[in-house]
Nanobody, 115 residues
Framework: VQLQASGGGLVQAGGFLRLSCAAS????????MGWYRQVLGGQREMVAT???????VYADPVRGRFTISRDNAKNTLYLQMNGLKPEDTAVYYC??????????WGPGTLVTVSS
């Protein structure tokens, strides 16, 4: 199952974006899915994760502003990002962890927040 993220772009501080990650097959292949981000020269960091049961975990910098969700019927993962800040600027990647504990990554989508 391949993952493809979309929805990135340029937005002003305080604005919002919704990222989508479409899976080429059954999203239930993944027991856990998440969004990660990486700035140029930095390490990839977890933004938010969600299990098949809907349990979520958020990184402290985004808690209360971002919401992760998954639509199993549409085989799609989402990240609603509100109240964006310049420090949210990064390439965002969607990730899926299979039931056999293999990680799958999609190509990133760039989010740029201007001040």
């Amino acid at each position: 199952v391949q993952l493809q993220a979309s929805g990135g772009g340029l937005v002003q501080a305080g604005g919002f974006l919704r990222l989508s990650c479409a899976a080429s097959g059954d999203i239930l292949t993944f027991k856990n899915m998440g969004w990660y981000r990486q700035v140029l020269g930095g390490q990839r960091e977890m933004v938010a994760t969600i299990t098949t049961g809907g349990s979520t975990v958020y990184a402290d910098p985004v808690r209360g502003r971002f919401t992760i969700s998954r639509d199993n019927a549409k085989n799609t993962l989402y990240l609603q990002m509100n109240g964006l800040k310049p420090e949210d600027t990064a390439v965002y990647y969607c990730q899926g962890l299979t039931i056999h504990n293999f990680n799958r990554w999609g190509p990133g989508t760039l989010v740029t927040v201007s001040s």
